[in-house]
């Protein structure tokens, strides 16, 4: 889970330094009247994209943590289930053996 977390912010950190770097190439460009406003717009619809493949995979991975987080839970409440079944189990032990044990106990101390 922590693996995921950090792929996802490390993915996450560097879409966006790329998205950074193309922004400052494209804010120093010179701008020459019909050619660069047909630039700035296909540049414009690629950043677009980009920022809707961001959006996409953000919700995928918020999906896939919402799942994991899931399945911790449900593992949470298995582990809490056996650890209450072996704590029975334990107490059920101790009472046989103290069942087994006491006579035993008694008949020793009347042998000798």
């Known amino acids: 889970m922590k ?3 950090r ?3 490390l993915e996450l950190k560097l879409a966006l ?3 950074a770097i ?4 494209w804010a ?6 019909a050619e660069s ?5 296909q540049e414009l619809a690629a950043v677009g994209n980009a920022i809707g493949e ?3 995979w953000l919700s995928e991975a918020k999906s896939t943590q919402s799942i994991e987080i899931q399945n911790l839970q449900q593992a949470d409440l298995q582990i809490s ?11 059920a032990l101790a009472e046989t053996e103290s069942e087994i044990f006491i006579p035993l106990t008694r008949s020793r101390s009347v042998k000798q």
Do not use: W
């Open 28 to 33: 120093t460009t010179p701008i020459n009247a």
């Open 22 to 25: 193309f922004f400052c190439g």
């Open 37 to 41: 406003s047909e630039e700035a717009q």
């Open 3 to 5: 693996q995921l977390l």
């Open 54 to 56: 961001i959006q996409s």
């Open 81 to 91: 289930t056996l650890s209450q079944s072996v704590t029975a189990t334990q107490a």
């Open 17 to 19: 330094v790329f998205s």
């Open 7 to 9: 792929k996802t912010n």
